[in-house]
């Protein structure tokens, strides 16, 4: 034997070694499960009826493991004809109805008595028996076959036989659940005492946390290479592209002092929150509270697998276990609360918060801060703690919205499993993620994916609710599409303004920009104002001669005001003065969304009565807000341009000059200027030039959020002006031009697509065609210098930041 064919070998007798071990640990567990069963009697219990007595999973998970090993190469043989036919499949019964629409290997019965007297011709003794010669039957395989662990069919039968034990191990716990407590032994584990524990007074608020949304996927690719092989079921493949757009989610999930409330206020028997059907097998079955509670003397109680008649005061901060209607229908009831449109997330939506945008589920895995591989037998409270930040503590699955179906995509099942996903891609079932305190770690990956049915009510699941935002600000004209149409059908430069960014959606996508690592302007900016509020303050008010006019009034209009985090700082002098000056500030912004929350902002931060007299907000363009605005307002004007807006204005024309006549800037700078009595002011943020790999870094983040921000124009065509931009078939992408000097971004089309309208216009995309969707001049001193100069303007002071690169430009209007 050569030394290559011998290290070969090696690595073989070490892949065989380890799975032997991943067996055997397999083993011990569900070994220790059922030895919390007192007797032999409780194996013929039936303890949910649309589940087999526990005997069956007995003999089950033996059962099936070896039908899995019968598919290698030279592996055949019957170990019990009768047990190898009768413990095969288990059953899934429609939860309303009691029937099976799927084949199954055994008789079934909701009459537990008629199922107790079939089962007990079988002996808990013969299936243990079977249960052990199937193991050592296993382990020789494994020992003495040969096995090719190379080979991804060898390898997807071992992992299936494996995570199927596993998968049926967190079964039995809930299935333990309802057992009467007597069947199990108290003491079997060291549990926490919750009649011991500390009432629970009250409970910190969830907070709402905003996601981008953007470009994400479901599943995995279909991958041959064994050198990379990564197990899934099914049901994982193939990768699905999904666009998301923004959201609000939970910090964590509902608690059983959320749940609760919706209960004392007759949630159980309110129709109002039920789909009809749902509603009438809820009144049906008396059921009114989650299954894990009992009523007690006008008082709830939760149970848990091996403690019982727990007082909710004691739990109020564990989360709910429900359900996905009873989710659905407290997500119904909390929106009528609130006035806002709750629900559930979306399969995409969970796994973009949870596993794309946050690292909560990683970081809870390396530290071992989670609640999963049965450290304990219940749930654990939810941490509050920090959660202004996205919590996943395991405990329980999470119910999405998302209806269980294969992805775009689909080849199959598993070969050796044909019947695992595919009877239930029946729109019955519905979508969980995530993971239980009765889940093996190995389940906790992103592709994962647990179902149910809506109405089953024993799993252990809970959920957190979504925000979407929904409405519209200053919707798109007839006019908008005929420029976007004409943009479009340039094809030498295709291009969308970037004065469609701020609808409701992109202007809540900017402020989560605003709050990136690398997004230095913002940062800059208001850590400048922070600095020199007060100077700016002073250098305005030297400058400015109120002796000329009639009122002592300084007018702040601020062009593109967005939601004001900046505003703060930059009023805060002013309003808190002694000076004999009164100001009035004039916000501007086309998204009325966006001027809500800037005024909500103010409220918190200064009286509202102050708030209400002194800020005065326009929804507009900038091109209509001379309409709207009386520009011969007593006292003097100061026109605004913060966050370096200016740099959305080409500095060059249709001629390719700087600074002619037609350049966007210089439009600009006229229209303002033209509005503008000499003493006036124009204040204005630049964004200076610096190294190339900062400003990309600003304009293409590492987790998305100037992507999504980009895609939402796209988003926005298709939803205000029905074009069928395909989201998923473009890529953003962002680039310094140094000639000049701007920062560009396009989204670049990755297929052929034929875009239309329903007014009749048609453009055909080869791969690699681009859009322009954002322009961002940077400047230099020289720069700035020449373009007050030509339109009229005199610079009184710069105030830089810390390192020069993002000035404020204090001007004063000249005469023409």
């Known amino acids: 034997?050569?030394?290559?064919?011998?290290?070969?070998?090696?690595?073989?007798?070490?892949?065989?070694?380890?799975?032997?071990?991943?067996?055997?640990?397999?083993?011990?567990?569900?070994?220790?499960?059922?030895?919390?069963?007192?007797?032999?009697?409780?194996?013929?219990?039936?303890?949910?009826?649309?589940r087999l007595p526990l005997i069956f999973y007995l003999g089950h998970l033996p059962c099936f493991s070896w039908a899995q090993f019968r598919h290698l190469n030279d592996v055949n043989g019957i170990i019990n004809k009768t047990f190898d036919d009768l413990f095969l499949r288990d059953i899934n019964p429609d939860v309303e109805t009691n029937i099976v629409k799927h084949s199954h290997s055994t008789e079934f019965s909701t009459d537990t008595n008629v199922e107790e007297e079939y089962w007990r011709s079988f002996t808990v003794q013969s299936v243990i028996d079977y249960k052990n010669n199937v193991r050592v039957k296993l382990i020789d395989i494994l020992t003495n076959s040969h096995l090719d662990l190379k080979d991804i069919k060898t390898l997807n039968v071992l992992n299936i036989s494996a995570e199927h034990e596993m998968l049926y191990q967190e079964t039995l716990m809930y299935l333990f659940m309802h057992l009467p407590i007597e069947s199990l032994r108290w003491n079997f584990i060291h549990e926490h005492d919750f009649l011991q524990h500390n009432i629970i007074s009250s409970l910190p608020?969830?907070?709402?946390?905003?996601?981008?949304?953007?470009?994400?996927?479901?599943?995995?690719?279909?991958?041959?290479?064994?050198?990379?092989f990564s197990f899934g079921w099914d049901n994982e493949f193939p990768r699905e592209f999904v666009y998301l757009p923004v959201f609000e989610m939970q910090s964590h999930p509902i608690r059983n002092g959320d749940f609760l409330q919706f209960i004392l206020d007759n949630g159980y028997t309110t129709s109002d929150w039920w789909d009809e059907n749902v509603f009438t097998w809820i009144i049906k079955s008396n059921i009114r509270s989650p299954s894990t509670w009992i009523i007690h003397e006008n008082s709830?109680?939760?149970?848990?697998?091996?403690?019982?008649n727990i007082p909710?005061?004691?739990?109020?901060?564990?989360?709910?276990?429900?359900?996905?209607?009873?989710?659905?229908?407290?997500?119904?009831?909390?929106?009528?609360?609130?006035?806002?449109?709750?629900?559930?997330?979306?399969?995409?939506?969970?796994?973009?918060a949870l596993w794309d945008s946050s690292n909560c589920i990683r970081l809870a895995l390396k530290e071992n801060n989670c609640n999963i591989d049965f450290h304990h037998l219940h749930t654990i409270q939810v941490s509050s703690n920090n959660n202004e930040k996205l919590q996943w503590q395991g405990s329980a699955f999470e119910w999405t919205s998302s209806v269980f179906r294969p992805f775009s995509g689909y080849q199959g099942p598993l070969s050796t499993y044909p019947r695992y996903s595919a009877d239930f891609f029946d729109n019955c079932h519905f979508v969980l993620l995530g993971g239980s305190f009765a889940t093996d770690s190995t389940f906790i990956r992103r592709t994962f994916r647990n179902w149910y049915q809506d109405t089953y009510r024993y799993v252990f699941a809970t959920f957190r609710c979504v925000k979407r935002v929904s409405h519209t600000d200053d919707k798109l004209t007839q006019i908008d599409r005929d420029a976007i149409v004409a943009s479009l059908s340039n094809t030498e430069h295709r291009k969308i303004s970037s004065k469609y960014f701020y609808d409701a959606q992109g202007s809540a996508i900017y402020t989560k920009i605003t709050q990136l690592d690398e997004y230095y302007p913002f940062r800059q900016e208001l850590k400048l104002l922070c600095q020199k509020a007060n100077d700016i303050k002073s250098t305005i008010i030297h400058h400015s001669n109120f002796q000329n006019h009639s009122s002592s009034t300084i007018h702040f209009i601020e062009l593109g005001c967005g939601d004001g985090k900046k505003v703060e700082a930059w009023l805060t002098p002013w309003i808190n003065s002694t000076d004999n000056i009164s100001i009035e500030y004039h916000p501007v912004d086309i998204s009325q969304h966006a001027i809500d929350s800037l005024v909500q902002l103010l409220k918190q931060t200064f009286n509202e009565n102050i708030i209400e007299q002194c800020v005065k907000p326009l929804c507009s363009t900038f091109e209509n807000m001379y309409e709207k605005i009386n520009t011969n307002i007593m006292g003097i004007k100061a026109v605004i341009l913060m966050g370096s807006t200016i740099g959305?204005?080409?500095?060059?024309?249709?001629?390719?000059?700087?600074?002619?006549?037609?350049?966007?800037?210089?439009?600009?700078?006229?229209?303002?200027?033209?509005?503008?009595?000499?003493?006036?002011w124009f204040i204005c943020?630049?964004?200076?030039?610096?190294?190339t790999t900062t400003m990309i870094r600003a304009y293409s983040d590492s987790k998305g959020v100037t992507t999504a921000f980009n895609m939402n124009l796209l988003s926005r065509l298709n939803r205000e002006l029905n074009f069928n931009f395909n989201l998923n078939n473009y890529q953003h992408y962002a680039l310094y031009n140094p000639l000049?000097?701007?920062?560009?971004?396009?989204?670049?089309?990755?297929?052929?697509?034929t875009i239309t309208d329903h007014q009749g216009f048609t453009m055909q995309l080869q791969p690699y065609n681009a859009i322009q969707t954002e322009l961002s001049t940077k400047y230099t001193r020289e720069d700035i210098e020449?373009?007050?100069?030509?339109?009229?303007?005199?610079?009184?002071?710069?105030?830089?930041?810390?390192?020069?690169?993002?000035?404020?430009?204090?001007?004063?209007?000249?005469?023409?």
């Not at 943020?685 to 190294?691: G, H, I, T």
């Open 740 to 753: 000049r000097r701007q920062m560009e971004s396009w989204l670049i089309c990755l297929n052929h697509e």
């Open 1 to 50: 034997m050569d030394q290559s064919s011998k290290y070969a070998n090696e690595e073989i007798e070490l892949g065989i070694q380890d799975w032997c071990k991943e067996f055997n640990r397999v083993w011990i567990r569900s070994d220790w499960i059922f030895s919390m069963l007192r007797s032999t009697e409780d194996y013929y219990k039936q303890p949910i009826k649309l």
């Open 205 to 228: 608020s969830n907070t709402w946390i905003m996601f981008p949304g953007g470009q994400t996927s479901l599943g995995k690719p279909y991958n041959d290479d064994v050198s990379t």
């Open 685 to 691: 943020a630049f964004d200076m030039c610096k190294d």
């Open 786 to 816: 020449l373009l007050m100069e030509k339109n009229s303007m005199k610079i009184i002071e710069f105030f830089n930041s810390d390192d020069h690169r993002f000035p404020y430009c204090l001007c004063l209007a000249q005469i023409i």
């Open 300 to 308: 709830y109680q939760v149970n848990f697998v091996l403690q019982r």
């Open 648 to 680: 959305n204005f080409s500095s060059y024309d249709e001629k390719n000059v700087k600074y002619g006549e037609d350049a966007p800037v210089i439009q600009l700078l006229r229209s303002i200027r033209q509005n503008l009595n000499v003493g006036d």
């Open 312 to 352: 909710i005061e004691c739990v109020l901060d564990h989360p709910v276990l429900v359900s996905q209607v009873e989710a659905k229908a407290y997500c119904q009831w909390i929106s009528k609360k609130t006035g806002e449109q709750i629900e559930l997330p979306t399969e995409a939506e969970w796994i973009y």
